[in-house]
């Protein structure tokens, strides 16, 4: 059965650093891409960041980019999110998501290219 698990929100100060995990199971990170998205009070859900191994792709959000990194474990079977520089906006709930096969990276922002999802981790960036 399929899971995907997320772990390492918390309240950060502007600035800080926040590492997030996300623990996958049922599947095999080799196949299939990973994806993180968030989703803040009153705002639509957006994609963050997505890897896929089997190209070696990675994808980040303009928001982003300099800032996070995505990145894998296979033998822990777990996908990271580090986030470093953090800005009250990246305030939100963050989910981790598996993709369907086969991936289009060119759509590794929308929500319908992933099929499974966690119940989503808190991370809060005070001002």
């Known amino acids: 059965q399929v899971h995907v698990v997320e772990s390492g929100g918390g309240l950060v100060h502007q600035g800080g650093s926040l590492r997030l995990s996300c623990a996958a199971s049922?599947?095999?990170?080799?196949?299939?891409?990973v994806g993180w998205f968030r989703q803040a009070p009153g705002k639509e859900r957006e994609g963050v960041s997505s890897?896929?191994?089997?190209?070696?792709?990675?994808y980040y959000a303009d928001s982003v980019k300099g800032r996070f990194t995505i990145s894998m474990d296979r033998n822990k079977s777990t996908v990271y999110l580090q986030m470093n520089n953090l800005k009250p906006d990246d305030t939100a709930v963050y989910y981790c998501?598996?993709?369907?096969?086969?991936?289009?990276?060119?759509?590794?922002?929308?929500?319908?290219?992933?099929?499974?999802w966690g119940q989503g981790t808190q991370v809060t960036v005070s001002s």
């Open positions: 998501a598996k993709a369907h096969w086969p991936f289009d990276g060119s759509r590794w922002s929308e929500g319908q290219e992933y099929d499974y």
């Open positions: 049922g599947f095999t990170l080799e196949r299939y891409a």
């Open positions: 890897i896929n191994y089997a190209d070696g792709s990675t």
